[in-house]
T-cell receptor, first 109, second 115 residues
Framework: QQQVKQSPQSLIVQKGGISIINCAYENTAFDYFPWYQQFPGKGPALLIAIRPDVSEKKEGRFTISFNKSAKQFSLHIMDSQPGDSATYFCAANDYKLSFGAGTTVTVRA | NAGVMQNPRHLVRRRGQEARLRCSPM?????VYWYRQLPEEGLKFMVYLQKENIIDESGMPKERFSAEFPKEGPSILRIQQVVRGDSAAYFCASSPPGTGAQPQHFGDGTRLSIL
């Protein structure tokens, strides 16, 4: 069964807008929550990650919000750019990664 | 500073043949993971290896699939007697040693096509 649930499946945002992707998990043994960005024909690239003792982490235009009690975390992409058009995967790690199903983000110029 | 290197990038096999996929981890990384990505799906864990040891192979099919990470050389994922359902992208990731979960970095994968 899917250990990490990710939504939405796809989203379209205008250039300069905010993209928001949500994930939820059940297994409390997970202790590391990375987000990966994948372009067609390439491998997943580590974008940003958070550990459960932190509620928010920001790196440039990318922010992770983490709610330990709700077992939910989300990725916000601020000032979205056409180059951000890609598939984004959330994941949860207890030494091996359990991935969400992915969100295809399209940024319209 | 090379990242995770996988080869070949594309591999075509006929049903019944063997497929060998190679992965060289990042420098300093001693942990290797293999994941499979079926079309329009997310990535699924297959196996976790350290040098000369299989730590967790719970995601690997019981038959026809095997993996190794020898003392010298790359990690190898081997699929014997391939079938059409084995067509997928196979990704290798590596991580450094350390306490607790460590960031995993991925290669660009091997796209396996079965004729």
């Amino acid at each position: 069964q899917q250990q990490v649930k990710q939504s939405p499946q796809s989203l379209i945002v205008q250039k300069g807008g905010i993209s928001i992707i949500n994930c939820a998990y059940e297994n409390t043994a997970f202790d590391y929550f990375p987000w990966y960005q994948q372009f067609p024909g390439k491998g997943p690239a580590l974008l940003i990650a958070i550990r459960p003792d932190v509620s928010e982490k920001k790196e440039g235009r990318f922010t992770i919000s983490f709610n330990k009690s709700a077992k939910q975390f989300s990725l916000h992409i601020m000032d979205s750019q056409p180059g951000d058009s890609a598939t984004y995967f959330c994941a949860a790690n207890d030494y091996k990664l359990s991935f969400g199903a992915g969100t295809t983000v399209t940024v319209r110029a | 500073n090379a990242g995770v290197m996988q080869n070949p990038r594309h591999l075509v096999r006929r049903r019944g043949q063997e497929a060998r996929l190679r992965c060289s981890p990042m420098k300093g990384h001693s942990h290797v993971y293999w994941y499979r990505q079926l079309p329009e799906e997310g990535l699924k864990f297959m196996v976790y290896l350290q040098k000369e040891n299989i730590i967790d192979e719970s995601g690997m099919p019981k038959e026809r699939f095997s993996a190794e990470f020898p003392k010298e050389g790359p990690s190898i994922l081997r699929i014997q007697q391939v079938v059409r359902g084995d067509s997928a992208a196979y990704f290798c990731a590596s991580s450094p040693p350390g306490t607790g979960a460590q960031p995993q970095h991925f290669g660009d994968g091997t796209r396996l096509s079965i004729l």
